[in-house]
Structure formats: structure tokens, C-alpha cells
């Protein structure tokens, strides 16, 4: 094993195949529950001046006023519920793949079957379970939907799964944590641990409702706008005339489960499965190479040395296969 190197290429397909999520509305009052989609609407707004100025300007009120006096106009997109619906309905799919640790690609044999055997050593000794109850904890808190969770007054989750349906009341799930006894929590469990063992075909179906008030705004994903030209400064996505939310946004969501990271016991929070542990809004990789706790450094002395990790780091390094991506030593597929 110690000749062994690393494949120069190497790729996993993901085995949480994750749709867009659409966005619904409808009204509490409504006995009926008739939804009609959430729309994407443009404004124009004369905004303020409220960047940080250079000192030279904001020590001289003369020039201050004047920078303030300039119309900040700018075009963007909003969205939000209707005058006469208070209830944010967002729906989206999950397919669970069969997990063996067979790449996608691999371009040298006896580094895939020394990967193989380290997936399937993991598979024989844990199983996914521990995997799949967090990824299951993350879909009933709905922790899926960003901002629209924390400005809602009640969120109820249902999904769906060959014809059998488990209901979450969302805000009563720990975000931080993935220590609930909940039955529900332990059913949808199983049904993630059948998928991804090939057990069975498991599609789940996954709305929430969301009580956010009559008109209130709710927050589709924003497209990166690459073309600074663009006359819009923010741009929402929208599919067939419906606001929704990116699939990767949701698959982040669902697989921040990484409470194994080291400083997690500082931190107190989830992070999503990443190899580097990235956490682009705090702007932070919180598993370092030099620390030799990201994926790669794990990975490798694993697979090449048959150093086998700590068990909380091969939960890590199996969700990254999970995730999937390209990992050969060439870089990219």
C-alpha cells in the first residue's frame, strides 16, 4: 500500500440529489388552503448613502451633506407574499442515492480498490445511520430555509415518502444539535439509511409552511450577477414565473452536520460537510490542513496508509463522499 498514489483523477457523484425549492403562498384563513405561487417583482428605490466614507469627507460637514444629498437610485428584485396570504409554502425533492464508495471516475484501479475497502470497512463497522439522522434532524428544522425560518412564527414541515407522511413542528428542533429522540426524526432516518444502502428507492417530498404574516417579504436565493453591467443591483431566482431557492443553497443546509470540527466545542455550531469546512459568510475554513483535520489530509492517510481516523473524523470524511466532488490529485475531472 505504501507505493499506492493518489488517482490523478478522481470524482464522486452526489447521493443526496436535491431539487430547486419552489415557493407557494396561501392563506391561514383559508379552509380550503388554495396556493397560488410567490412572484418575483422588480422595484426601483432611491436608497441612501450609508457605505463607509473616506475621512476626508466625513470631517468636512459641507462635504458630507453633499455626498448625502446624491440620489442613490437603484433597480432590484423583491418578493413577497400577497396582501391577503400570511403562509410561505416551499416544496422541493430529495432522491436518495445508493452509497458503496465507488467513484464516478477513477482513473487508477488499485487506488479505487483500496478506496472501496476503507468505504466499505466504515459501512460494515457504522453503518449511516449517524449520518442519516442528521441529515434527516436538518430537513424537519427546516434549517433549509435561510432566513425565511427566522422571521416565521410557526413552521410546520411534512414530508413524504412512499405514500407515508411524517409531520414536523420545525421551530421545536435544536439547530444545534442532532440528539433528538423524536420517532418522526428516527423514522425519516431510516428511510435516508435505506436509500443511501440501496435497501430501497427512497424520493422524499419535502414542504414546509411557513406563518410569516399577510404581505410580509420572504427571501428566494439571489443570483450572482457575474455581468456587472447589468442595470439591476440584486437579481432573485425565479423558475417558470415561481421565486425559489437554489438546490445548493438546500444541500448545504441539509448537510451541516459537521460537529466534529475542531472547534466546535468553542463554537457550539453545525457546520456544512465540506473539505476544507468552509464557512463563506463568517469567511472562515474551520478544518485547517495544517491542524491535518480537513478532508484531504484524512482522506489520504486513510486511503494511502491505512491510517484510519478518529470514528467522529470518518463520519466527516464519509459525508464529503456524500457531497461529492472532484478529489484527484490533478485537481480537477
Known sequence: MSNLQTASVLAFERNLDIS?????????RDE?????????????????ISNR?????TNDPAKLDAEIE???LQRVDAAALNENCDTLIAKWSCKVLPFTGQPNVCNNQNYQKALMGIVQEYLAEY????LAKRYATNIANARWLWRNRVGAERIDVVVTCNNESLEFDALKINLKGF???DNNITQLAKLIEQGLTGEK???LYVEAKA???FGQEVYPSQELILDTGKAKSKVLYEINGKAGMHSQKVSNAIRTIDTWYPDYQDNGFPIAIEPYGAVTTLGSAFRQPKQKMDFYSLFDAWVLKGEKPEEEQQHFVMGVLIRGGVFGASGKE
Not at 380550503?32 to 441612501?48: D, F, H, L
Not at 453503518?127 to 449517524?130: A, F, L, P
Open 20 to 28: 430547486d425549492a419552489f415557493f407557494w403562498q396561501t392563506s391561514s
Open 32 to 48: 380550503k388552503g388554495n396556493a397560488t405561487p410567490v412572484t418575483i417583482n422588480e422595484k426601483s428605490v432611491r436608497g441612501t
Open 53 to 57: 466614507l473616506k475621512n476626508a469627507i
Open 70 to 72: 446624491k440620489a442613490n
Open 127 to 130: 453503518g449511516v445511520s449517524e
Open 179 to 181: 440528539d433528538s429522540s
Open 201 to 203: 428507492f427512497i424520493i
Open 211 to 213: 406563518h410569516m404574516g
